[in-house]
């Protein structure tokens, strides 16, 4: 951002993933602010710390999740044309986090689906779809076992598509999707979901596309947005990884272009986008998860060089 | 429960080419059911080749649509007596109120692991190679306990229900498994990160289970990071522990990328019954398009059949079974729609009859 000169200037606040709590600073800079920009947060695993990563989405009520998952020119991957965006409900569903033994061995964990949270993220999906020209919208579901919940979900899926005949809608069971993922990646456009489906479909789609070390996403709200990477599969602690400085900051550039068009400066946008794609297209400057053996440093310093 | 369980595992699975094959084998019972959608077609294809081969099995064949309200009583009774059944496709329709008859199925009979065994096969075109992944997945709790309800108009529960109990066995046949079949790794698949109490639990039941079987590589993976490392790098995983959900798009995304739900077999196992289907349908029994050009596949459901044959101590019928659908495979002339060909079911099944020796 320093070496374009973007009209940005970041507040830094500090953040451990095994904090109890976000602190309320932060917080509180987030809504004056409006735009945050999101390293990663390691959830531990168990235990009694709840996510740092969910409890953010929940109280600024960030209710879409956007990954943008495409091939970029240079990148080898084993699947062509894919230029997915997974659009993921962020609030409910399976990470409503009530859980509680019922009995010593007996644990019910709770999915909750509303018409309300349904409703608007797929207002989301179909309006994201219309103002980004997107042709087809899919809806994951699993309503043939979760009749009353994901049937709920399609409900409010199919109301909103009534209202844009210009996009085709369909729907598709979730096992079905993974499957057709693999195979034939090319056939989906824009896919909304509930939660957890939306985290997996959104991984799996990152994976065929190049990684989850490219692909940008952003955590979206009627007031506030935060943009991070877009799939991060669990990386964020990856130990090896800091040690030897090697992650992977193209994902995050590529957000913060969105962030940048988001803040209505375009133009800087696309400037980054363009280096970030012609370093990539050059391949002679990757991070180990791309194939290659450059540091973070490397790759950043690269993509200044390509700056116009 | 692995004592009981482990005869049935030995003879389900193991290669044991040594043993003779006696012509005066006394026919075994299976109960058949067809199902509807492209079922029936795929369920033909087996008798078809059964009787070819003369395998020393017969079967009770009964009628099961995918709307019906409940299993009939009869048809469980069969089950029962014949503790094998085989399974076409059944249709579950999307919402409404009628419960899923595979899912019953699965709890009435307490089939507790499904097995989706995933690996590509020569002459078949796949993106990915060396995949040989077995997916062992809870059958009977997690998400699919099928208790729903509307708190208030517009809000729905629905609860995701995992037990010690359900986890420690499942763990124990995942491990039984892989020590039966000289498996190296079993590796846990979970959301403990989230989920905390619920995969909590799941994965304290694996360590357990691990903890005994200290010649197995034990690994735990977080559901995101598992299907993304599925579809980049599919190689290192062996055998795949797994609660109800992630089994599902796990099985089914293995599947595509070994080749297709079209060839992948699978079973349903409980501790004294087994019912042998496709290994993951992908939702498509109920493919219109398929059932009228009869292009179904039908190389799971006999790939799935030499497993029911294996568990019913018939391998050399197995491994003829299997050898002959190896063979059209990688020959690539008979192959359906879905593998990249275009042939029907029939001629498919006509060339598995003639590469059976």
Do not use: W
């Amino acid at each position: 951002m320093e070496a374009m000169h973007a009209p940005v200037y970041f507040e830094r606040y500090d953040v451990h993933g095994d904090m109890k709590s976000m602190p309320p600073e932060v917080m509180d800079s987030i809504r004056k602010n409006k735009v945050c920009l999101k390293g990663g947060l390691k959830t531990p695993v168990g235990g009694g710390v709840s996510s740092l990563n969910v409890q953010l989405r929940k109280e600024l009520d960030l209710y879409a999740s956007l990954v943008h998952c495409f091939n970029l020119k240079g990148l080898p991957t084993r699947h062509e044309n894919v230029d997915i965006v997974v659009i993921r409900e962020n609030t409910e569903g399976e990470y409503s986090g009530l859980e509680h033994e019922v009995v010593p061995g007996v644990v019910e964990s709770l999915k909750v689906m509303t018409k309300f949270c349904s409703e608007r993220i797929a207002k989301y999906a179909f309006e994201y779809a219309y103002l980004n020209n997107r042709k087809v919208v899919t809806a994951v579901h699993k309503a043939n076992i979760m009749k009353l919940a994901d049937g709920l979900f399609l409900e409010s899926c199919r109301e909103v598509a009534s209202k844009y005949p210009g996009i085709k809608y369909n729907e598709i069971i979730v096992d079905n999707c993974c499957m057709q993922l693999v195979s034939k990646p090319e056939q989906f456009d824009v896919m909304v979901t509930p939660n957890l489906y939306g985290n997996l479909v959104a991984n799996t789609a990152a994976g065929i596309a190049g990684g989850t070390g490219v692909m940008p996403g952003g955590n979206v709200g009627a007031d506030h947005a935060v943009f991070e990477q877009g799939a991060s599969a669990g990386n964020v602690g990856n130990e090896k990884i800091l040690e030897q400085k090697k992650a992977n900051p193209v994902a995050l550039f590529l957000s913060s272009a969105m962030m940048l068009r988001h803040l209505q400066f375009p133009s800087f946008a696309d400037r980054l986008e363009t280096s970030v794609k012609r370093v990539i297209a050059e391949g002679k400057y990757m991070t180990k998860d791309l194939g290659g053996v450059s540091t973070t440093q490397e790759v950043t310093d690269a993509v200044i060089a390509n700056l116009k | 429960m692995a004592r009981k369980s482990f005869p049935i595992l030995k003879q389900l699975i193991q290669q044991c080419t040594n043993r003779s094959f006696s012509s005066t084998a006394s026919p075994r019972a299976v109960t058949l059911i067809p199902g509807d959608g492209v079922g029936p077609l795929v369920t033909d294809a087996v008798e078809q080749v059964m009787k070819a081969m003369k395998a020393p099995v017969y079967f009770d064949r009964y009628e099961v649509r995918g709307d019906m309200k409940c299993m009939p009583e009869e048809v469980m009774d069969s089950i029962k007596k014949n503790k094998v059944c085989l399974k076409g496709g059944l249709m579950t329709p999307v919402g409404g109120g009628v419960s899923s008859l595979n899912v019953q199925m699965r709890k009435e009979l307490d089939l507790y692991a499904s097995i989706v065994h995933c690996f590509t096969l020569p002459g078949l075109p796949t993106r990915h190679n060396d995949v040989d992944i077995v997916v062992i997945r809870e059958n009977t709790e997690g998400e699919y306990a099928g208790l729903e309800h509307e708190v208030v108009p517009g809000v729905v529960e629905s609860l995701k229900v995992i037990t010690k109990y359900c986890s420690e066995r499942i763990a124990k046949f995942a491990f039984e498994y892989a020590d039966v079949n000289k498996r190296k790794k079993v590796t846990a698949v979970h959301k403990a990160n989230i989920m905390k109490l619920a995969d909590g639990l799941f994965l304290e039941s694996c360590r357990e289970v691990a903890a005994k079987y200290p010649e197995i590589q034990y690994e735990e993976i977080i559901v995101d990071n598992c299907c993304m490392q599925l579809v980049s790098k599919p190689e290192q995983f062996d055998v795949m522990v797994t609660p109800n959900l992630y089994g599902n798009l796990i099985a089914n995304t293995t599947a595509g990328l070994a080749g297709g739900t079209g060839v992948m077999p699978g079973g349903n196992v409980g501790t004294d019954q087994a019912v042998f289907e496709q290994g993951a349908s992908a939702g498509n029994v109920g493919n219109e398009k398929i059932l009228k050009l009869k292009k179904a596949n039908p190389v799971a459901l006999l790939l799935s059949s030499a497993m029911m044959l294996r568990h019913l101590e018939f391998p050399s019928f197995a491994d003829r079974l299997e050898t002959a659908v190896r063979r059209v495979i990688a020959e690539g002339k008979f192959r359906t729609k879905d593998v990249g060909g275009d042939s029907t079911t029939q001629e498919v099944v006509d060339a598995i009859i003639a590469a059976v020796d």
